[in-house]
């Protein structure tokens, strides 16, 4: 059985990726999307929610870690505003912009 779908529609500018969140068989607890000064990293939880992380750093072969790239912006968008309720937002898009770092 397939832990992850990976689709492009014909004709579409879009890739999809499906993590498929069955807990019969799990997919890998990382799922990492590199990019040119960053990379996005998605972690299942051991109760099979996940994490969405932006990182911008990477690190060296001495273990140091260094900046690759800039957080530029980011927006929610929500019901009624999106707002903050003990850890809880009531939103339905997070989105994050990434530059190269100057």
């Known amino acids: 059985m397939q832990k992850v779908t990976v689709t492009a529609p014909a ?3 879009v ?5 498929k969140g ?5 997919e890998p607890t990382h799922f990492r999307i590199k990019l040119p ?5 998605i972690v299942r939880t051991m109760d099979n929610n996940y994490w969405v992380h932006v990182v911008n750093k990477k690190t060296d072969s001495n273990g140091l870690e260094y900046q690759v790239g800039n957080i530029e912006k980011f927006r929610i968008d929500g019901n009624n505003q ?3 309720h003990h850890g809880k937002i009531d939103g339905y898009h997070m989105a994050v912009l990434l530059s190269k770092k100057d």
């Open 11 to 13: 004709g579409s500018e």
């Open 22 to 26: 069955n807990p019969e068989n799990p």
């Open 82 to 84: 999106a707002s903050i």
């Open 37 to 41: 000064f960053g990379e996005v990293d």
């Open 15 to 19: 890739q999809f990726v499906e993590l």
